[in-house]
């Protein structure tokens, strides 16, 4: 049972440009949601968070947005640089600090 | 500020031994998760230890067990392996009452574990 979705395996992206990463989410007890970055050898980085008596948040070039009724939320990134290519993880806990669920990824390109 | 670190970094073991797998959390941190990320998927979560006991715990087998000591370090004990255990061994550490803006769950690089 996957609660946590990420639809798009990769994504290509112009240097400049915005990039888009979409995650849906199933449990509706969720109650904190988070973005993590992944470079090859390294473990996920922490990027941003959201909790859901928001339905945005920003921080610096990253904005992510919650749609609570859609069970759906997406991390925009503008402008997208070369330095963002990795793997980008959605992930969710019903409480705060307690188990993270994570959705499979979604590999992100920006091209220079 | 020393982040999460966690070792050995690579292992290689056989079906059937059993593997002890170490964390130190990030300075300030007290509470440390376990995660297990094979090939093409995202991490999944096995276990959480706060003050020395296990709080939380994910879908996996006895075989799967840890440890937390006084001075918040952890270990993943992983006993009669299977060749399924290949994967990539993560460690996060937070703060439990920590600002939930800031003090999420930092990862370590994780250790690569090879059953053959």
């Known amino acids: 049972d996957q609660q946590v979705k990420q639809n798009s395996p990769s994504l290509s992206v112009q240097e400049g440009r915005i990039s888009i990463l979409n995650c849906d989410y199933t449990?509706?007890?969720?109650?904190?949601f988070l973005w993590y970055k992944k470079y090859p050898a390294e473990g996920p980085t922490f990027l941003i968070s959201?909790?859901?008596?928001?339905d945005k948040n920003e921080d610096g070039r990253f904005t992510v947005f919650l749609n609570k009724s859609a069970k759906h939320l997406s991390l925009h990134i503008v402008p997208s640089q070369p330095g963002d290519s990795a793997v980008y993880f959605c992930?969710?806990?019903?409480?705060?600090?307690?188990?993270?669920?994570f959705g499979a990824g979604t590999i992100l390109r920006v091209k220079s | 500020d020393a982040g999460v670190t966690q070792s050995p970094t690579h292992l290689i073991k056989t079906r059937g031994q059993q593997v002890t797998l170490r964390c130190s959390p990030k300075?300030?941190?007290?509470?440390v998760s376990w995660y297990q990320q094979a090939l093409g998927q995202g991490p999944q979560f096995i276990f959480q230890?706060?003050?020395?006991?296990?709080?939380q715990r994910g879908n996996f087998p006895d075989r799967f067990s840890g440890h937390q000591f006084p001075n918040y370090s952890s270990e993943l004990n992983v006993n009669a392996l299977l060749l399924g255990d290949s994967a990539l061994y993560l460690c996060?550490?937070?703060?439990?009452?920590?600002?939930?803006?800031?003090?999420?769950?930092?990862f370590g690089p994780g250790t690569r574990l090879t059953v053959l």
């Open positions: 992930a969710a806990s019903e409480v705060y600090g307690n188990k993270l669920v």
């Open positions: 230890y706060y003050e020395e006991e296990e709080r």
């Open positions: 996060a550490s937070s703060l439990v009452g920590g600002r939930v803006d800031t003090d999420t769950q930092y």
């Open positions: 959201i909790s859901s008596i928001k």
């Open positions: 449990n509706s007890m969720f109650d904190y």
């Open positions: 300075s300030g941190h007290d509470t």
